[in-house]
């Protein structure tokens, strides 16, 4: 790809899950980058090929302190020598793991109020209005640039699987992914786990763009809330790395996956590790006894 990562090293493996019938796959976008969510970085790459087709060289973007769009657009940054900043949705003397990365890939940072965060465009224009440079990168990267660099996903697929499951919060790579099932001609049914309270959000979205029959939004395991767990699921979590060496995060990943294991969908099932493991690192995370 033009845009300094390569989707080449998103391999698929094959996975056994107790219970499962028929064949289980993950395709390994966690790959793509050790740091950087694999989805974010599709959800990226056409964004910043269309940035530098119209000649800017600085991409401004918008997160929270949690924000694996916010680390990815540092990321990619330092890869291609574009500047980068980012509003933060954040008190000045907050730190993490997250915003280290993000300093470390050279991102200035911008704490903002909640208030002013909400009206980006009027952030975007009192700190960047009339420079000529910077470009603007919706919060978590939504666009039609997105789902394009998401649907490439399924043109790297060899076979057509029954069903895709995935960690859904936008429903960006959800549309995405069905896009592509459509281009193919396919027949697959995408299961969209969300992983916050927002089903009926993603549902209307899908609709807005007559893709309601290619997802289905499963809302039963968003475990209360975004961040939320509890000792089930972190417990589930441990399992699964421990048997498979494959890390995931309590954020995305754990509770797609733990939905996977508790709705077993027959046939051939591709699930989707979208990335996200700085997750896995978090304080609250780490205070848990594992
Ligand atoms: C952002 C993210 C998602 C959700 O993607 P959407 O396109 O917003 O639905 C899933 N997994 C990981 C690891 C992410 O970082």
Redesign the pocket.
């Known amino acids: 790809m033009s845009s300094g990562f390569s989707s080449i090293a998103s391999v698929i493996g094959e996975l056994n899950l107790p219970g499962m019938e028929g064949r289980l796959f993950i395709k390994r976008d966690d790959l793509i980058h050790p740091i950087v969510?694999?989805?974010?970085w599709r959800?990226l790459k056409f964004v910043i090929d269309r940035a530098k087709l119209v000649g800017k060289s600085h991409l401004v973007t918008f997160g929270g302190a949690y924000s694996?769009?916010m680390v990815a657009t540092a990321c990619a940054g330092a890869v291609l020598g574009m500047k980068t900043s980012c509003f933060l949705r954040a008190d000045e003397d907050i730190n993490n793991h997250y915003l280290q990365c993000a300093r470390l890939y050279g991102m200035e940072l911008i704490p903002t109020s909640r208030e002013s965060y909400r009206n980006k465009k009027a952030l975007y224009e009192l700190h960047f209005g009339g420079n000529e440079q910077t470009y603007f990168v919706g919060e978590?990267g939504?666009s039609e640039e997105?789902k394009s660099g998401?649907s490439e996903i399924i043109t790297e697929l060899d076979n057509e699987p029954d069903f895709i499951v995935?960690?859904?919060?936008?429903?960006?790579?959800?549309a995405?992914l069905a896009r592509g099932i459509i281009q193919r001609g396919w027949k697959t049914t995408i299961l969209?786990v969300t992983?916050l309270k927002n089903a009926e959000e993603?549902r209307q979205k899908l609709k807005e763009q007559g893709l309601e029959n290619v997802v289905q939004v499963i809302d039963d395991f968003n475990f209360g809330g975004y961040a939320k767990t509890n000792a089930e699921l972190m417990d589930f979590i441990k399992s699964f790395i421990a048997k498979t060496g494959i890390m995931i995060?309590p954020?995305?990943?754990g509770k797609a996956l733990y939905a996977l294991e508790k709705i077993k969908p027959g046939g051939n099932v591709l699930f989707l590790h979208?990335?996200?493991t700085l997750?896995i690192f978090s304080d609250r995370f780490l205070q848990t006894k594992l």
């Open positions: 969510s694999g989805n974010k959800k694996n769009h978590g939504e997105a998401v995935h960690a859904s919060a936008t429903a960006t790579t959800a995405g969209a992983v993603q995060d954020v995305y990943t979208t990335g996200g997750g």
